[in-house]
């Protein structure tokens, strides 16, 4: 119950916190809103081997980049409408495979986590 009450406090935080911001512009409309264009992957590299990663949307392959071996990084790439995705997972010298298709939205923040031993049982190979 406690959690709840906080996040509900946190969310109306950052609502008025946009508001104010979105108020400020001058002559915009009080409904004016700015809309995300980009899509946030934060990436946890929990395996010793390097990983290059790639997206895959309506048929396009996007590179995204390489993650070192027991790092992590963070990704931000153009997303202007909400659309289907997968991200192909290419382990440098070892196997490769592609996540489940899901569903994303601009401003979504995703995180992937690879694990120490890389199996390709959550992927389709």
């Given at each position: 119950?406690?959690?709840?009450?906080?996040?509900?406090?946190?969310?109306?935080?950052?609502?008025?916190?946009?508001?104010?911001?979105?108020?400020?512009?001058?002559?915009?409309?009080?409904?004016?809103?700015?809309?995300?264009?980009?899509?946030?992957?934060?990436?946890?590299?929990?395996?010793?081997?390097?990983?290059?990663?790639?997206?895959?949307?309506?048929?396009?392959r996007?590179?995204?980049?390489?993650?070192?071996?027991?790092?992590?990084?963070?990704?931000?790439?153009?997303?202007?409408?909400?659309?289907?995705?997968?991200?192909?997972?290419?382990m440098?010298?070892?196997?490769?495979?592609?996540?489940?298709?899901?569903?994303v939205?601009?401003?979504?923040?995703?995180?992937?986590?690879?694990?120490?031993?890389?199996?390709?049982?959550?992927?389709?190979?």
């Open positions: 119950m406690i959690r709840r009450a906080l996040t509900l406090v946190a969310i109306g935080a950052t609502t008025l916190g946009a508001t104010a911001c979105a108020s400020s512009g001058g002559d915009r409309g009080a409904f004016d809103t700015v809309r995300p264009t980009t899509v946030r992957l934060i990436v946890q590299n929990r395996n010793f081997s390097d990983v290059r990663l790639y997206t895959h949307r309506r048929g396009a996007t590179t995204l980049g390489t993650v070192t071996g027991k790092q992590d990084r963070e990704f931000t790439f153009s997303w202007d409408m909400p659309d289907p995705m997968q991200v192909e997972i290419d440098v010298a070892g196997p490769k495979c592609l996540t489940q298709e899901m569903q939205d601009p401003g979504d923040i995703l995180e992937l986590q690879i694990a120490p031993v890389f199996t390709t049982t959550s992927c389709r190979s």
